[in-house]
């Protein structure tokens, strides 16, 4: 780092270098400022710096015409000879346990501020949502068999994202786990890691990848005209990939301080627990590469599974200023496909573990302060007509500050320090939807916040008053969620799965204006009410013994070591 800083105070950079630093610099505030909220945000910014927001406007065109001499007298300015390094190490400090003390439940005010009810006075502009049409507004080609480009126009600016979508995942192959952060840090056959990564910076282009359940996902991003070539940069790496086994032990050691990690934090134990009891053996947690296996690993193995993924079918998003046609002639150009490529693996589902009575699963953790626990009831597959009842169940009893959830537990009774919970769909139509409920509590007040939070799932209060609001607010929000242009091929998609054929929205807005609270009631009925409920919790077994919790189901400890990969 320190040599790096030497050679910007002495100059020892291209003119090249400096104008692919500007461009990606350029790219990240255009990329932030194509969200609403970004821009209200700056605008906040700027007024809070007491800027003109013309200096803020122009802040774009100076971070583009940095030259040379600015650039190195900035850095021998602000970079000196002195430095602090910081060394951390991991220790246990001793904690203090404080008993929280008794208090009685206070009532939150009702009704409305007369300010309130100035606001509510407003009319509300009346707003014309534009719904999405799947097959206008993202135009498809074909590349070559097995291989497609589904496309959007971006309206802003000329930063295109592409994604290469393999159509197989971890869930068949685990090693794509590690192939991704693998090909991070190698480059190709032919050339070098840090020559590799400076061929795309000078192209201002960032390459990433991810591995999901059912795809394996190679993302692009820059600058319109920096496209053919940096196509056939990917192209190079994805054929010929470097067998890097120094890259792969620095991967192994991070991966193992970051387990490390991760498996002493409370709330990565309560998911993983969630995990084991929700799908057994399929948790992810459980099938994930452990540390053992990828120290046994060579590069040879990650480079096989690289290839067996590209031999299935794959879909390109790309949101730019190019037809999908022209897409699909430039991809036959730039990259090579192996032929005869397999049908992309359907959506994996994974089979859940439904439970017949309430049950209890306890993670003892002794070093724990505070509890951690989570609650789960099995629903059933979502139909149409119950769905805009679903969203509103998650409104009135989820949603944020203002649900049932937040203010019987943490504000009514001080009972959690966070809490929330929502009905959950299936990502795949015909399969069942679940409920869930988090909570972090003081380990004294464990058994109190879940009593509270059981009693609440089963017997659902009922507050009239709040459903002209929440009606309001269900309305406004679909309106205003137009996905925008960069995710709108990842909703078209997500809605297909979920069985639409249209802009669920169409559908939805109608039923919001005309939500009664029976409404929400017929969907708590048919999904949530007497039904198992699963209790999950993570605590301190000096608080809490297993015949308290056993007022709750039937209890299982569970030993951590059973939750994750070894």
Known sequence: LLGELAKLKRGAFTDAELAAARRSLVNEQRAQWEDNEERVLAMVESFGRGERWQDYLDFLAQLDAVDRDQLIRAARTYYGDDFLVLRSRVGFPPKTRLEKPEMRPVEPATGRSPFAGQLAAVPDRPTTPRFIDFNADVETALVTRGVHVQANKNPFNDIYTLELRHGIGMYDLPALEVVDDYLTDVGSATRGADEFKRALFLLATTLEFEATEEEFIVRLSGPEAQLPEALALVDELLNAPAEDGAALRRLCRERWGLNLVAKREPEV???????YVTFGRGSTYLR????????????????????QARRHAVTIRYVGARRAAE???????KLHFPARLKPARPPVVRPRKVPKTDQVYWVKRRQSVQTQIILSVD?????AALRPWADAYNEYFGGSMGGLLFQEVRELRALAYAVGGAYLEHAVAGQPGLLLIAAATQADKTLEAITVMRALVQDLPRKADRIPGLRSALVRSQEAAQPGFRALQEYIHAWRLRGFNDDPRRGLLPAYARLELDDIARFHAAHIRDRPQTVMVVGDPRRVSKKELARFGEVHVVPTRKLFSR
């Not at 134990?269 to 995990?275: F, K, N, S, T, V």
């Not at 452990?290 to 040879?300: A, K, Y």
């Not at 897409?327 to 150009?333: I, N, T, V």
């Open 269 to 275: 134990i309560a998911d993983a627990l969630r995990e």
């Open 288 to 307: 994930a590469v452990s540390t053992r296996e990828l120290m046994g690993t060579r590069p040879r193995k990650l480079v096989k599974a690289l290839q």
């Open 327 to 333: 897409l699909a002639e430039l991809a036959r150009a």
């Open 379 to 383: 629903g059933e597959p979502m139909t």
